[in-house]
């Protein structure tokens, strides 16, 4: 009977209902938040049950939803996480502290499993204009320039108008960018990190090794004498100091194997010129240490990579070559 009288009554029904809701909303949103506070508990487990009994259908209609309203669903997410970015951001970085070894391995894991199918995402997203700016922006920060957007580094080539402000040559912003020009490069102060300017590709080279040169005119200048306390290595292998000593040997120069780690030591491990990270034998993805020597005496002066070294060798022979140009007698 009551069934029959909500079936003629309906419309009638609801309107009122409605009515009513819109008369009450505060107060009835107060008794479900009571309600709730009340039985937590059992909602939340009856809500557990219900979804891992109809998982497979609540998932299907999520999904048909989703599609069916695709766009108002992306902008509606859109929005909330704009309004809760700070909280999400919050969110992230709590779990990532809190699993940061579980999450590292699962990733080297699935970068493992899934290399080709990796490096070729990669390689796409690379291709692209965003994935263009992500990657040189972290190539700068890597070599420790200031740089906090991309706009930076706009406003920087804008203010040389478009061109290497040592000789003049025309650039351009990005590879994608239309014109036959060279691709702009940033430099910057390696002590600061601070941003010069804008260059080319070879005044940007001759701008790193002006800079390394004036390093190197610093190291040779204080000259200093190490007292160097042979230090023991248990590590390395026999044969390897045995080829290390006789390769020095060869180039005349003075020095033990137990000196050279004593200098490598000294140096904190790194090049005393640029402070690149050195090793004192072959380790994959590090260079071996250098002994700079004097050339006359055969001391060892200290430890520099390959490429400050090569820098060295040239400073000193262009000394020679001025002092012959000169008429000097070496």
Request: with cysteine.
């Amino acid at each position: 009977m009551r069934k029959e009288y909500y079936q003629r009554n309906k419309e009638k029904i609801l309107q009122h209902i409605h009515e009513y809701q819109k008369l009450h909303k505060e107060k009835i949103k107060q008794r479900k938040k009571e309600y709730y506070l009340k039985h937590k508990e059992e909602i939340s487990q009856y809500h557990r049950n219900y979804y891992r009994e109809h998982k497979e259908e609540l998932l299907k209609r999520r999904k048909e939803r989703y599609e069916k309203n695709k766009e108002y669903e992306l902008q509606r997410q859109h929005e909330y996480y704009k309004q809760h970015k700070e909280n999400y951001k919050n969110i992230h970085h709590n779990y990532y502290e809190a699993h940061k070894d579980e999450i590292k391995r699962r990733v080297a894991e699935y970068q493992s499993a899934n290399k080709d199918k990796h490096n070729e995402r990669n390689r796409k997203y690379r291709a692209t204009l965003k994935g263009y700016i992500n990657n040189r922006l972290h190539r700068w920060r890597y070599r420790g320039m200031k740089i906090s957007s991309w706009q930076m580094y706009v406003d920087a080539y804008n203010r040389a108008g478009g061109k290497c402000q040592m000789c003049g040559k025309p650039l351009k912003l990005t590879p994608f960018d239309d014109g036959d020009f060279e691709v702009a490069r940033l430099d910057h102060d390696h002590e600061t990190g601070e941003i010069r300017g804008i260059l080319c590709n070879e005044c940007n080279r001759i701008a790193v090794n002006f800079d390394l040169n004036k390093k190197v005119v610093d190291y040779l200048r204080r000259g200093e004498v190490k007292a160097i306390i042979p230090a023991v290595d248990d590590t390395t292998p026999a044969e390897v100091k045995a080829e290390r000593e006789y390769a020095w040997r060869k180039q005349d120069i003075n020095i033990s194997w137990g000196e050279y780690v004593a200098l490598y030591n000294m140096a904190g491990g790194r090049c005393e010129i640029c402070g690149k990270p050195l090793s004192l034998s072959k380790v994959h993805g590090v260079e071996v240490a250098n002994v700079d020597h004097d050339h006359i005496s055969g001391r060892p002066r200290g430890i520099v990579c390959r490429r400050c070294n090569s820098l060295i060798k040239t400073m000193e022979l262009n000394e020679k070559a001025l002092k012959y140009l000169g008429g000097e007698k070496l």
